[in-house]
């Protein structure tokens, strides 16, 4: 699972958590939530160890999709690079990834 995040005009910060299992057929919104909530997911998810991607242009695309559904085709190629590279980050290759992380949206 990984967690999006971005702030809005008003500074009320918005969060979108998203989770792939390999026997699903796309990766699924599994919570999303503005202002506390917002601020639970995204505590919730670095307290698990769980990777905070700030994209507001990716957040804003995510928060559309109802909770529970999986991600559009339109959306794959976005989420399948960021998965690609929290994966390799996972396996070590951090500090070389970083270097090119990819742009989201």
Do not use: C, F
């Not at 202002?35 to 997911?41: N, Q, V």
């Not at 507001?56 to 190629?77: C, K, R, S, T």
């Not at 929290?86 to 992380?101: F, I, T, V």
């Amino acid at each position: 699972m990984t967690a999006g995040t971005h702030a809005l005009d008003d500074g009320r910060p918005v969060a979108v958590a998203i989770s792939y299992d390999k026997q699903d057929a796309a990766p699924r919104v599994v919570a999303k939530g503005y202002g506390t909530l917002a601020e639970t997911i995204i505590r919730t998810a670095r307290e698990n160890g769980l990777y905070v991607h700030e994209s507001p242009e990716l957040v804003g695309l995510l928060m559309q999709i109802d909770l529970d559904a999986h991600i559009p085709p339109q959306l794959y190629v976005a989420i399948a690079e960021l998965l690609a590279w929290l994966y390799a980050l996972e396996g070590g290759k951090g500090e070389e990834l970083l270097m090119n992380r990819p742009a989201a949206g």
